[in-house]
């Protein structure tokens, strides 16, 4: 696990009011130490006809990004202005950036032409039935060049440390068709995934931070990600959030939660309804709010709101 | 299992080639949707070519050697943590699959890529919108493509061909915002911002003979001209509110890419694309045909206050007795309403298209769906004002299961009454998960059962499972209809 301390602020970009994390190390960190994994919502580039299962960007709640500016672990910029600005003004920055782009073209030119030697080794060595060679022709000519993986940080050196995992050219061989042609002499181009270098420094005091809105769930959602909880969006269970005691990748949801105002009037068809529900999906209803008037704690700050939760289970159906 | 029909594993199968989309089988808008919500990653893993983990040595693999799709999910998941070590080792050798997967940095040959350069301003001065189909939503159109390569462009990105030939750029293909994005997250794009004016990329042809305008490519080469944007860039510059010129909201472009991403080909809607409505003589043939074939009008008569429906009398046939009981007017479907055009969320927003051969986008066929995009977090149920302008703007469809001689059968009655005579298909997305509703204009009151009652046995010449007892009844009324194929 990465230290918390030490650890530049996750950047969340805002666009149209949508929250976004571009960066895969800040995904995977937000997920570790901080139980938030969001909703991929992007195509996933090595897969692109399927939809089943999605890549970068993820999409944050806006409960979730108030929840870690709040914990200062992240800071919210609206990029919608603030990136095509950054762009246009020409500075120091680009050279950095350009740098980047083409530290991994040419780590991706490099690791394909070792590829495609190692395969004409191969094929010399072993003497490959023509017929395979063949088929892996035709496979390559549909997709000549993606067989590259790159690190997506800015910096060239984590890139190249990690072609050094490349397995040994043995296995590649067998699983890498890759191209059989010449690499073309032309240089390779390469979409980033972030802007992370053209946008360092990040928007200094003068830069107003952009704001979050969030819904009036919210001080139940923080309530519950305080005490470790993930949660994903949870509008297909016809509530507000659905919880989980732990990485949904291993654990599945227990709670649905539905943030009410403390002296909001709930209606029986609405505990019905999330009751019933819940015991169908073998999940609690929870309900919960923050507490007010006199029965509120003294105590209470805005980090650690009152928040007072209870599920409700059915007894028999 | 079964009821957590949520999964959150958003980690994709390490090896996958790279899908033709030309091959991409078309699947039904009912398949895409079940896909949707349960996926299952063992079936979607086997479904691709060589299976998952370890697949034939023939395959096209990612070099992606530490991922295998057992890794991502390994096993059913568990209720709570144990604590165990086991358990700890799980959950970390899938967040590893996670990331590795997830790390890949989009790269290309440039001869299998194909270069955009960001032009916001180009097309923002035009007044209209386009009056011909080549040249609609240019103001929108903010990326122009050097060249068009590959399958993609097939229904994507248009040639202004209104525009002026001194216009830089004119021969060029411009896409709109969620055609963009859509291309750079697949890779497709390598999208650029421009350093200089457009005329930098583009010279404009009377310069093209001479050496003019070179310009200088120091040692960055192509860098000078502009810069590569990534994917964050371009989210931030496609992404917008509703409104706004040049971009798209978040959650049409996600109904588009997920619709693109299924196999469907996308056009963004408008009305030029729709068959003009029928002309009135043919609305009036139809009513002087529909006075001749049902001399009792449609319209309910009015009733006595009092005393019973049907007086008593001699009734020769079923159609008149039924007249006199349907009190109620029912809705009848007309080609040429005059409700207000839709306005706000529920507007039709896309057109598709099924996958097929010699589709060409610059003669688009009719679409299959009208789809119009809404926002699960802040759409309302439409009222019914708004439903029947959203049907209303689509055009008149009826189902022509019902022009077949001898009337409508029986049998065709639920599909007529499935089709409707105007649908329209609203995408509901919730956060990047979307469900397809679709609406139609149904008529019941179109479907009258009781003419059949009177029908002769003979004439329709249709083998229907109800023929005998259509020949049964028409026996009570005085012997006109005979048993078996009429004489």
Redesign the interface.
Known sequence: MTSTTSRPHVRISKAANRYFVFDIDDVMYLRRNHNICSVFVGTMPQAPQQSAFMGLPIELMAEEAQVLVEKEVAYVVDDSKYHPARIAAAGPQDRQYIDVVKGITSDAQRSMRETTETRKAMFAHKGASKKKERKDKKASDAQTSEDVTAAPSADTEAATSLFDTTPEPASATTKNPSVTREAAPEAWLATLTTSDSLLTPAPGQDEPLASVDVPASYPLYAHLQDKGYFMMPGLRFGCNYNVYPGDPLRFHSHFQATGFQWNEDITLLDLVTGGRLGTNVKKSFLIGGRVEGEEQRKDETEAALDVRAFSIEWAAM | MA???????????????????SK?AIEDVED?EA??AI?D?RK?ASSLPGGGAS?G??????????VSSKTV?RGE?????HGTRL?EN??ET??TA????????????????M?GWYFPEHWAQETSEGEKPEGLWRRDRVVVLEAEKGQMTRSMGRVLRGAPKNVPGWDKAWLLPEEAL?L????D???R?P?GPIEDIFPPPEEVDGVKREVARGE????ELG???????????F???EG?RG?V??EKF?VY??LR???YLVSRASPLFDPPPPSDTQTLWQRLFSLISSPKSDTPKSHPPMGPLIKPGLYRSYEPLYHHLSLIPRHKPTPTPNTPAPEGPFTVTYHVFKSRPGFTKTNLPLPDFRIAVVN??TTDVPSLAEMEALLDSTPWDPPNARSGAGGPSIGHMYQRLKHGWRNVIVAVN????VSYLEFMESAFGEEKLFERFDAKPGAGGKKSSGRNLKGGRGRGRGGRGGRGRGK
């Open positions: 009821y957590d029909d949520e999964d959150p594993t958003a980690a994709p199968p390490p090896a996958i080639a790279r899908d033709d989309p991409v895409a896909d949707e996926p990653f979607f697949g040595g023939a395959l096209n693999k990612k070099a992606t050697p530490h999910r998941k568990d209720f709570e943590s358990q799980a959950l899938s967040r996670m990331h590795d997967v997830l790390s890949y940095t989009r790269t290309r040959t440039p001869d299998n890529t270069t859509y750079v997250e697949r890779g794009l390598m999208l911002w350093r960055d080469g192509d860098y810069l590569p944007l990534s994917l964050q860039a371009a989210y931030s510059l992404i917008g509110n706004d971009k909201t978040l996600q890419s997920q991403r299924t196999g699960a977090r919730d956060n990047g998960m």
